[in-house]
């Protein structure tokens, strides 16, 4: 009786912990909603209704790079749903309301940061992303391409 009365004791433990665990691991642990979110495609940002311009590029300097795929857009920010990644909520009351975002082919082991001069150029950043108060850019940015195996360049976006 006593195996019992402890087996049930453990039980109840397990089904009230469970749910308190994995919510402070999974998504609403994370809390993905609370934070700015951005895609790595076009046809995610216009499935999204978030994809407002394409951007014009050139890549320049590119050295020992091979299938380099890169595209520039501009789309709206956002954050996700509190109960879904496939819940849009787009950001109206931002001071930098516009992501640049760009699609790349992810198979290549490289990475994409602006430069100094196009951090002061832009309205907020964070290094890798910016971000714009306006629905265009005023002014031509400049992408660093780093690459393992000396791959450099860079990307020149207006």
């Not at 790349?104 to 082991?109: E, M, V, Y």
Request: hydrophobic fraction near 35%; avoid cysteine; aromatic fraction near 16%.
């Amino acid at each position: 009786m006593k195996k019992i009365i402890v087996s049930a004791i453990i039980i109840l433990i397990i089904f009230l912990a469970l749910p308190y665990i994995s919510s402070s691991v999974g998504w609403y642990g994370y809390g993905k909603w609370k934070y700015r979110g951005r895609t790595s495609s076009i046809k995610d940002s216009k499935s999204r209704k978030v994809f407002v311009k394409e951007l014009n590029y050139k890549i320049i300097d590119s050295v020992n790079f091979k299938n380099f795929q890169f595209k520039p857009y501009l789309e709206r920010g956002f954050s996700y749903g509190k109960h879904s990644m496939e819940d849009t909520r787009i950001w109206s009351n931002s001071n930098f309301s516009y992501n640049i975002s760009y699609e790349r082919n992810l198979k290549d082991s490289i990475v994409l940061y602006f430069t100094e001069e196009s951090i002061e150029k832009l309205d907020s950043s964070d290094v890798v992303w910016g971000y714009s108060k306006t629905p265009y850019l005023k002014d031509t940015l400049t992408l660093t391409i780093e690459g393992a195996n000396n791959h450099y360049g860079s990307i020149k976006i207006w």
